[in-house]
C-alpha cells in the first residue's frame, strides 16, 4: 500500500479517515477488533499481491457496477465476509475503492493509537526475518518510547536497507537512495 500516492507522502485522505474510523468504531462497539484487523491484513495482502486487483480498485475506467461485481467476487472467494466483507462493499458502492489502500493505513494507525501504539511504514529490499522483525521493533520502541506496530512492504528497487516511516518522520537508509545521493555528488564536482 505504500505504493499510493496520499501514503507515499505519509498523508493520509479524509475519505479514507472518515471510512477507516467509521470501521473502527464500528469493530469496537462489536467488539470485533482482532477479526476486523485480520479480515483487512487479508485484503491488504489480496492488493500487494495482484496488479489486477490494484488496477481494479484505482481505475476510474470502471464502472461502479464493475468494480462492485469485481470485488465482491474477490471477497467471496477469499471468504471475506462480515463488518470487512460488507465494508469493502459499501466503499465499492460509493466509488470509493481508489482509497481503500489508505483506509488500510488509516485503521492500522487507529488501531495501534487504540493498543498505546505507535504505527508505523517500512519498505525493505527483501522480506526480514522474524529476528530481524523484532530487533526492528525493539530499536524503534526505543527510539519513540512506545510500542510499534509495522506495515511491511518489499520493494527490490531499494537494492538494500530501508525506509522507516513513524508520523511525520522518515528515516531511509536504502541504497538506492545513498546512490541517488553519490550520483547528484558526483555532478556537481565535475
Known amino acids: 500500500m505504500a505504493d499510493s500516492s496520499s501514503s507515499a507522502t505519509g498523508q493520509i485522505s479524509g475519505v479514507a479517515e472518515r471510512y477507516a474510523s467509521a470501521l473502527f468504531e464500528l ?3 462489536e467488539k470485533k477488533i482482532a477479526a476486523v484487523e485480520n479480515d483487512l ?10 496488479d489486477d486487483l490494484m488496477r481494479l480498485v484505482k481505475s476510474p475506467v470502471f464502472t461502479a457496477d464493475d ?12 471468504k471475506i465476509t462480515g463488518l470487512v466483507g460488507n ?13 481503500v489502500p489508505d483506509m488500510l493505513i ?39 518510547g512506545k510500542d510499534v506496530s509495522l506495515d511491511m512492504t518489499v520493494d527490490p528497487s531499494l537494492l538494500g536497507g530501508m525506509i522507516v516511516k513513524i508520523g511525520s518522520r522518515q528515516i531511509d537508509t536504502s541504497i538506492k537512495t545513498k546512490l541517488s545521493s553519490l550520483k547528484l555528488a558526483l555532478k556537481e564536482v565535475g
Open 41 to 50: 491484513n487479508r485484503v491488504g495482502d489480496l492488493l500487494k499481491g495482484s
Open 27 to 29: 469493530a469496537v462497539s
Open 106 to 144: 488509516a485503521f492500522q494507525q487507529k488501531l495501534a493509537e487504540h493498543r498505546g501504539e505507535v504505527s508505523g511504514q517500512v519498505t525493505v529490499a527483501q522480506k526480514l526475518t522474524a529476528d530481524q522483525s523484532k530487533q526492528l521493533k525493539t530499536t524503534l520502541k526505543g527510539i519513540v
Open 87 to 99: 465494508f469493502i462493499r459499501v466503499v465499492a458502492g460509493n466509488r470509493r475503492l481508489f482509497a
Open 67 to 78: 468494480q462492485a461485481a469485481a470485488i465482491g467476487a474477490v471477497l467471496a472467494k477469499a
